[in-house]
T-cell receptor, first 115, second 114 residues
Framework: DAGITQSPRHKVTETGTPVTLRCHQT?????MYWYRQDPGHGLRLIHY???????DKGEVSDGYSVSRSKTEDFLLTLESATSSQTSVYFC??????????????FGPGTRLTVT | QQPVQSPQAVILREGEDAVINCSSS?????VHWYRQKHGEAPVFLMI?????EQKGHDKISASFNEKKQQSSLYLTASQLSYSGTYFC???????????????FGGGTRVLVKP
């Protein structure tokens, strides 16, 4: 299994509070991703990173920010949590072998509940 | 735009076969297939590149029809362990510089009964 951990694994927070989720990898993979998973929507990309300090938005980035100061860590921040951000959050990593795209390996997920 | 998976759910008896389809309205570079069991993370199964390449993983195989922009996942002689939700993730360009940004379908729930 790819070395990916997420913390915390579960969190309950109140509306309006800031929340930071952490993804840590030991694989030295270049690319890291944050997804959210909601019933009926599959996995939706929030933000991704293609190197240290290099990040870009995904399809559902509003209300979220990210930072990557080290290869191994990718942080997702909800500046002011809302109930619509209640979800399961997955981190994923990937890299490239020459021309071929690499598979993405997923972390165990963080279940976030905003009350 | 999110790819469309069909069917949304399928129930099988052990040993039966099933096909899951993933269709896109855009020209695809690659299709990735994942399986997720309840409460767990998605697990990678295989990648299909444009060109009609077919791949296999145990008794699970897949194909990619470039003309139709559709990939099909074949579950052959299904086993109880095949139960879970299957997701396709599509990539519309070769994302070498920025990683492979995937757009996932809504998933197909598969239940294999004894």
């Amino acid at each position: 299994d790819a070395g990916i951990t997420q913390s915390p694994r579960h969190k309950v927070t109140e509306t309006g509070t800031p929340v930071t989720l952490r993804c840590h990898q030991t694989e030295n993979h270049r690319y890291m991703y944050w997804y959210r998973q909601d019933p009926g929507h599959g996995l939706r990309l929030i933000h991704y990173s293609y190197g240290v300090k290099d990040t870009d938005k995904g399809e559902v980035s509003d209300g979220y920010s990210v930072s990557r100061s080290k290869t191994e860590d990718f942080l997702l921040t909800l500046e002011s949590a809302t109930s619509s951000q209640t979800s399961v959050y997955f981190c994923a990593i990937s890299d490239y072998r020459g021309r071929a795209p690499y598979e993405q390996y997923f972390g165990p997920g963080t279940r976030l509940t905003v009350t | 735009q999110q790819p469309v998976q069909s069917p949304q759910a399928v129930i099988l008896r052990e040993g039966e076969d099933a096909v899951i389809n993933c269709s896109s309205s855009k020209a695809l570079y690659s299709v990735h297939w994942y399986r997720q069991k309840h409460g767990e993370a998605p697990v990678f199964l295989m990648i299909l590149l444009k060109g009609g390449e077919q791949k296999g993983h145990d008794k699970i195989s897949a194909s990619f029809n470039e003309k139709k922009q559709q990939s099909s996942l074949y579950l052959t002689a299904s086993q109880l362990s095949y139960s879970g939700t299957y997701f396709c993730g599509t990539e519309i360009r070769r994302g070498e510089a920025a990683g492979n940004k995937l757009t996932f379908g809504g998933g197909t729930r598969v239940l294999v009964k004894p």
